[in-house]
């Protein structure tokens, strides 16, 4: 079955950059997209950008152009999300996720979330 | 960037209710529009793709519908685990935007 599971919480502090991981399981790494979305506690749903597994690329959101990056690891079936100069509005769970089948617009598998607490 | 509103932002209902949700684009977006529910500490979980699809799996007193600009999300009997935020989603062009989410209270 289709998994997605994501690394523990993380304490950082204002300036500093975080990395988020998410390994994906039970398909073909390289056949889906995979999207980082975060939330904010109490607040909404934020889409903060997509890779490519297979050739890497990677559209980001334009509030977040310049302070973040999306990589993989074929080799591990893993993507990475790094989020540089923190600050306290930076406070939020991450999640990544992929649509259900490959002609579908839609995000139907989620990880299950990382909290990144910006504190000083 | 594409804009999402819904409306309304928060509604009080009862079990048993039938409840309308509407999402507006601010920009024709066809029919590239999902609908999630969110329940308190959990993951969104997609409800219907496609602006129509039904997600397998969900109940089918989900129903959505619309294209182009204005789409709606009906729970025709709502059940003790619909009391939830719901959000839509366009899937037309990047960024992938959400509206700003209505939470169904009881």
């Known amino acids: 079955q289709v998994q997605l599971v994501q690394s523990g919480a993380e304490v950082k502090k204002p300036g500093a950059s975080v990395k988020v991981s998410c390994q994906a399981s039970g398909y073909t790494f390289s056949t889906y997209l995979l999207h980082w979305v975060r939330q904010a506690p109490g607040q909404g749903l934020e889409w903060m950008g997509i890779?490519?597994?297979?050739?890497?690329?990677?559209t980001y959101a334009q509030k977040f152009q310049g302070r973040v990056t999306m990589t993989r690891d074929t080799s591990t079936s893993t993507v990475y999300m790094e989020l540089s100069s923190l600050s306290s509005e930076d406070t939020a769970v991450y999640y990544c996720?992929?649509?259900?089948?490959?002609?579908?617009?839609?995000?139907?598998?989620w990880g299950q979330g990382t909290l990144v607490t910006v504190s000083s | 960037d594409i804009q999402l509103t819904q409306s309304p932002s928060f509604l009080s209902a009862s079990v048993g209710d039938r409840v309308i949700i509407t999402c507006r684009a601010s920009q024709a977006i066809s029919s590239y529009l999902a609908w999630y529910r969110q329940r308190p500490g959990r993951a969104p979980e997609l409800l219907i793709y496609a602006a129509s699809t039904l997600q397998s799996g969900v109940p089918s007193r989900f129903s959505g519908s619309g294209s182009g600009t204005e789409f709606t999300l009906t729970i025709s009997s709502l059940q003790p685990e619909d009391f939830a935020t719901y959000y839509c989603?366009?899937?037309?062009?990047?960024?992938?935007?959400f509206g700003p989410g209505t939470k169904v209270d009881i």
């Open positions: 989603q366009q899937l037309f062009t990047y960024p992938f935007t």
């Open positions: 996720a992929r649509k259900n089948f490959v002609e579908s617009r839609n995000l139907y598998y």
């Open positions: 890779i490519n597994p297979s050739g890497g690329t990677t």
